[in-house]
Protein backbone atom coordinates (compact mmCIF):
# COMPACT_ATOMS: atom_id res chain seq x y z
CA UNK A 1 0.00 0.00 0.00
CA UNK A 2 1.04 4.11 -0.29
CA UNK A 3 2.90 5.21 2.38
CA UNK A 4 3.35 9.40 2.15
CA UNK A 5 6.70 10.37 2.74
CA UNK A 6 7.16 12.29 5.90
CA UNK A 7 9.89 14.48 7.56
CA UNK A 8 11.67 15.14 9.34
CA UNK A 9 11.55 11.26 11.06
CA UNK A 10 12.59 12.82 14.38
CA UNK A 11 13.38 16.09 16.44
CA UNK A 12 14.77 17.30 19.29
CA UNK A 13 13.66 21.36 19.82
CA UNK A 14 13.93 23.54 23.13
CA UNK A 15 10.71 24.64 24.85
CA UNK A 16 9.81 27.65 22.76
CA UNK A 17 11.08 27.07 19.53
CA UNK A 18 8.56 26.41 16.70
CA UNK A 19 8.55 23.19 14.35
CA UNK A 20 7.93 22.56 10.49
CA UNK A 21 7.26 19.07 9.26
CA UNK A 22 5.73 18.40 6.30
CA UNK A 23 4.70 15.20 4.03
CA UNK A 24 4.94 14.92 0.39
CA UNK A 25 3.32 11.98 -2.28
CA UNK A 26 3.58 10.97 -5.61
CA UNK A 27 -0.44 10.78 -5.31
CA UNK A 28 -3.06 13.75 -5.72
CA UNK A 29 -5.28 13.83 -2.55
CA UNK A 30 -8.78 15.43 -1.88
CA UNK A 31 -7.98 15.52 1.75
CA UNK A 32 -5.12 16.09 4.34
CA UNK A 33 -5.43 15.16 7.78
CA UNK A 34 -2.59 15.72 10.62
CA UNK A 35 -3.19 14.26 14.02
CA UNK A 36 -0.82 13.48 17.00
CA UNK A 37 -0.01 10.47 19.04
CA UNK A 38 0.74 10.12 22.47
CA UNK A 39 2.33 7.07 23.61
CA UNK A 40 0.00 4.17 24.54
CA UNK A 41 -3.20 6.26 23.00
CA UNK A 42 -4.79 6.33 19.60
CA UNK A 43 -3.91 9.35 17.82
CA UNK A 44 -5.82 12.44 17.61
CA UNK A 45 -7.11 14.87 14.43
CA UNK A 46 -5.52 17.76 14.92
CA UNK A 47 -6.59 19.37 11.33
CA UNK A 48 -8.25 18.94 8.46
CA UNK A 49 -7.65 20.16 5.07
CA UNK A 50 -9.98 20.26 2.19
CA UNK A 51 -8.74 22.59 -0.54
CA UNK A 52 -5.74 22.84 -2.17
CA UNK A 53 -3.82 25.55 -1.25
CA UNK A 54 -6.06 25.70 2.29
CA UNK A 55 -4.38 27.50 5.87
CA UNK A 56 -5.90 26.26 8.93
CA UNK A 57 -4.61 27.37 12.41
CA UNK A 58 -6.00 25.64 15.67
CA UNK A 59 -3.92 27.75 18.24
CA UNK A 60 -0.57 27.34 17.98
CA UNK A 61 -0.68 24.66 14.80
CA UNK A 62 -0.95 25.78 11.49
CA UNK A 63 -1.09 23.71 8.63
CA UNK A 64 -1.48 23.90 4.77
CA UNK A 65 -2.44 22.06 2.06
CA UNK A 66 -0.39 22.45 -1.11
CA UNK A 67 -1.31 23.69 -3.81
CA UNK A 68 -0.24 21.09 -6.23
CA UNK A 69 -2.49 18.71 -3.73
CA UNK A 70 0.69 16.21 -2.94
CA UNK A 71 2.18 17.43 -0.40
CA UNK A 72 0.93 19.58 2.76
CA UNK A 73 3.17 21.23 6.19
CA UNK A 74 2.30 21.42 9.65
CA UNK A 75 3.73 23.99 11.54
CA UNK A 76 3.62 24.37 15.75
CA UNK A 77 5.02 28.05 17.23
CA UNK A 78 6.34 28.35 20.61
CA UNK A 79 6.33 24.49 21.47
CA UNK A 80 5.99 23.42 24.86
CA UNK A 81 6.54 19.91 26.57
CA UNK A 82 2.83 18.64 26.19
CA UNK A 83 3.93 18.73 22.52
CA UNK A 84 6.18 16.12 22.72
CA UNK A 85 4.40 12.87 21.05
CA UNK A 86 4.36 11.50 17.32
CA UNK A 87 2.97 13.51 14.47
CA UNK A 88 1.64 11.71 11.44
CA UNK A 89 0.09 12.91 8.16
CA UNK A 90 -2.71 11.19 6.04
CA UNK A 91 -4.13 11.46 2.72
CA UNK A 92 -7.33 10.89 1.47
CA UNK A 93 -7.04 9.72 -2.11
CA UNK A 94 -9.69 9.33 -4.87
CA UNK A 95 -12.61 6.95 -4.73
CA UNK A 96 -11.11 3.60 -4.64
CA UNK A 97 -11.01 0.14 -2.21
CA UNK A 98 -8.89 2.29 -0.18
CA UNK A 99 -7.99 5.81 -0.39
CA UNK A 100 -6.84 6.44 3.42
CA UNK A 101 -2.93 6.63 3.40
CA UNK A 102 -0.61 7.35 6.47
CA UNK A 103 2.53 8.96 6.75
CA UNK A 104 5.64 7.26 8.73
CA UNK A 105 5.39 9.93 11.74
CA UNK A 106 7.58 12.40 12.88
CA UNK A 107 8.77 11.99 16.66
CA UNK A 108 9.09 15.14 18.51
CA UNK A 109 10.75 15.98 21.94
CA UNK A 110 10.60 19.37 23.14
CA UNK A 111 13.31 19.97 25.92
CA UNK A 112 12.15 22.30 28.80
CA UNK B 1 -21.08 11.39 23.23
CA UNK B 2 -20.08 9.87 19.70
CA UNK B 3 -16.81 7.87 19.64
CA UNK B 4 -15.16 4.88 18.33
CA UNK B 5 -14.45 2.66 21.58
CA UNK B 6 -11.72 -0.24 21.90
CA UNK B 7 -11.36 -2.67 24.08
CA UNK B 8 -10.11 -3.96 26.33
CA UNK B 9 -7.00 -1.42 26.41
CA UNK B 10 -4.23 -4.31 27.41
CA UNK B 11 -5.08 -8.18 26.24
CA UNK B 12 -2.74 -10.59 27.42
CA UNK B 13 -2.75 -14.42 25.64
CA UNK B 14 -0.69 -17.30 25.40
CA UNK B 15 1.21 -18.34 22.21
CA UNK B 16 -1.12 -20.39 19.91
CA UNK B 17 -4.55 -19.13 20.87
CA UNK B 18 -6.89 -17.04 18.53
CA UNK B 19 -7.63 -14.09 20.37
CA UNK B 20 -10.57 -10.61 19.52
CA UNK B 21 -10.23 -7.81 19.70
CA UNK B 22 -13.23 -5.44 19.57
CA UNK B 23 -13.90 -2.27 17.74
CA UNK B 24 -17.61 -0.04 18.16
CA UNK B 25 -18.09 3.03 16.68
CA UNK B 26 -21.66 5.04 16.78
CA UNK B 27 -20.83 7.80 14.82
CA UNK B 28 -22.70 6.28 11.92
CA UNK B 29 -19.51 5.91 9.91
CA UNK B 30 -19.20 3.50 6.76
CA UNK B 31 -15.54 2.59 6.68
CA UNK B 32 -13.64 1.09 9.34
CA UNK B 33 -9.83 0.39 9.85
CA UNK B 34 -7.64 -1.91 11.47
CA UNK B 35 -4.00 -0.93 11.71
CA UNK B 36 -0.63 -2.52 13.97
CA UNK B 37 1.86 -0.21 15.12
CA UNK B 38 5.11 -1.79 16.68
CA UNK B 39 7.30 0.49 19.09
CA UNK B 40 8.76 3.53 17.20
CA UNK B 41 6.89 2.73 13.85
CA UNK B 42 4.08 3.64 11.60
CA UNK B 43 0.74 2.45 10.93
CA UNK B 44 0.27 -0.82 8.80
CA UNK B 45 -2.94 -1.45 7.40
CA UNK B 46 -4.22 -5.22 8.38
CA UNK B 47 -7.76 -5.11 6.95
CA UNK B 48 -10.42 -2.21 5.82
CA UNK B 49 -14.26 -2.36 5.16
CA UNK B 50 -15.90 0.27 3.16
CA UNK B 51 -19.74 -1.00 3.94
CA UNK B 52 -21.24 -3.70 5.97
CA UNK B 53 -20.74 -7.58 5.18
CA UNK B 54 -17.92 -6.54 2.90
CA UNK B 55 -14.14 -6.27 3.76
CA UNK B 56 -10.70 -6.12 2.16
CA UNK B 57 -7.32 -7.05 3.13
CA UNK B 58 -4.90 -4.62 3.94
CA UNK B 59 -1.29 -5.22 3.58
CA UNK B 60 -0.45 -6.72 6.48
CA UNK B 61 -3.34 -9.50 6.32
CA UNK B 62 -1.92 -12.89 6.72
CA UNK B 63 -2.68 -13.93 10.67
CA UNK B 64 -5.69 -11.93 11.22
CA UNK B 65 -9.35 -11.75 10.00
CA UNK B 66 -12.06 -9.56 10.41
CA UNK B 67 -16.19 -9.64 10.32
CA UNK B 68 -18.68 -6.64 9.28
CA UNK B 69 -21.78 -8.19 10.27
CA UNK B 70 -22.84 -4.45 11.87
CA UNK B 71 -22.08 -1.17 10.82
CA UNK B 72 -20.82 -0.43 14.26
CA UNK B 73 -18.84 -3.42 14.85
CA UNK B 74 -15.68 -4.20 13.35
CA UNK B 75 -14.35 -7.10 15.34
CA UNK B 76 -10.66 -8.48 14.27
CA UNK B 77 -9.12 -11.70 15.42
CA UNK B 78 -5.18 -12.62 15.71
CA UNK B 79 -5.11 -16.01 14.94
CA UNK B 80 -2.70 -18.79 15.50
CA UNK B 81 -0.90 -18.34 12.16
CA UNK B 82 0.32 -14.77 13.07
CA UNK B 83 4.04 -15.05 13.74
CA UNK B 84 4.53 -12.24 15.86
CA UNK B 85 1.41 -10.94 17.06
CA UNK B 86 2.19 -8.84 20.14
CA UNK B 87 1.88 -5.30 19.08
CA UNK B 88 -0.55 -2.05 19.69
CA UNK B 89 -3.70 -2.32 17.51
CA UNK B 90 -5.55 0.64 16.12
CA UNK B 91 -8.85 0.60 15.18
CA UNK B 92 -10.37 3.75 12.84
CA UNK B 93 -13.47 5.08 11.42
CA UNK B 94 -14.68 7.50 8.68
CA UNK B 95 -17.54 8.19 6.43
CA UNK B 96 -17.02 7.24 2.70
CA UNK B 97 -16.71 9.76 1.04
CA UNK B 98 -14.04 11.97 -1.34
CA UNK B 99 -13.50 14.52 1.71
CA UNK B 100 -13.46 12.92 4.95
CA UNK B 101 -12.15 12.66 8.37
CA UNK B 102 -10.90 9.56 9.96
CA UNK B 103 -11.05 9.15 13.88
CA UNK B 104 -9.19 6.60 15.99
CA UNK B 105 -10.19 4.38 18.88
CA UNK B 106 -7.37 4.32 22.43
CA UNK B 107 -5.26 1.46 21.07
CA UNK B 108 -5.39 -2.32 22.44
CA UNK B 109 -2.33 -3.50 23.17
CA UNK B 110 -1.76 -6.94 22.73
CA UNK B 111 0.78 -8.97 24.72
CA UNK B 112 0.99 -12.66 23.54
CA UNK B 113 3.63 -14.59 26.48
Known amino acids: GQQLNQSPQSMFIQEGEDVSMNCTSSSIFNTWLWYKQDPGEGPVLLIALYKAGELTSNGRLTAQFGITRKDSFLNISASIPSDVGIYFC????????????FGTGTRLTVIP | DGGITQSPKYLFRKEGQNVTLSCEQN?????MYWYRQDPGQGLRLIYY???????QKGDIAEGYSVSREKKESFPLTVTSAQKNPTAFYLCASSYRSLTTEAFFGQGTRLTVV
Open chain 2, 27 to 31: LNHDA
Open chain 1, 90 to 101: AGQGPAGANNLF
Open chain 2, 49 to 55: SQIVNDF
